[in-house]
């Protein structure tokens, strides 16, 4: 049984289970995304799947109403005071998920979690990642020149950041 990590309208987080891992590869490895991120490995999944969950975690994103997996995040640095948000992948686009579950992410590691900063990094040609991040105030700190090869080419990394009193100054709006 996974441990459910908060809930919103239409969502929810929760912890992935070894059951889960076919669906992490398949959607990682989906054309549509697998253009943005750089996969991790199988051993690499599985040994976070059979973690404790006390310094990383996978989390599928699912529909309330069907239970049915639409996403996942992997997230790290949970035995510090700064969680980094990797793989932000949402399978079912265009309906609001993103930004859903992302809100939901954010709100779970500011106030429930209590971190003092999050952060991610994303290729500079994923404007609708980088869109997603900064509208939900995510503040750019820095640009990692041709960090990645990809397929022969190098490829640039945004390095985004926000800290908990911007996350509630936010809220308080």
């Not at 609708?128 to 105030?137: P, R």
């Amino acid at each position: 049984m996974s441990t459910i990590l908060i809930e919103g309208e239409r969502l929810r987080l929760r912890r992935a289970t070894e059951k889960d891992l076919g669906y992490i590869f398949k959607i990682q490895y989906a054309p549509e995304n697998l253009k943005f991120i750089v996969p991790f490995s199988e051993k690499f999944q599985l040994e976070v799947a059979k973690s404790d969950g006390s310094e990383k975690m996978n989390v599928i994103i699912e529909e309330i109403e069907t239970s049915e997996p639409v996403g996942y995040f992997l997230l790290q640095g949970l035995d510090t005071h700064e969680i980094e948000w990797t793989h932000v992948i949402v399978a079912r686009k265009g309906i609001g998920y993103g930004r859903e579950s992302f809100q939901l992410l954010m709100k779970w590691s500011f106030e429930v979690k209590k971190f003092h900063r999050a952060w991610l990094d994303c290729k500079d040609y994923n404007t609708v990642a980088l869109n997603l991040y900064e509208s939900s105030g995510m503040i750019r700190e820095g640009l990692m020149r041709e960090t990645l090869l990809t397929n022969g080419v190098y490829e640039n990394l945004v390095v985004l950041g926000i800290l908990d009193r911007e996350y509630f100054a936010l809220q308080k709006k």
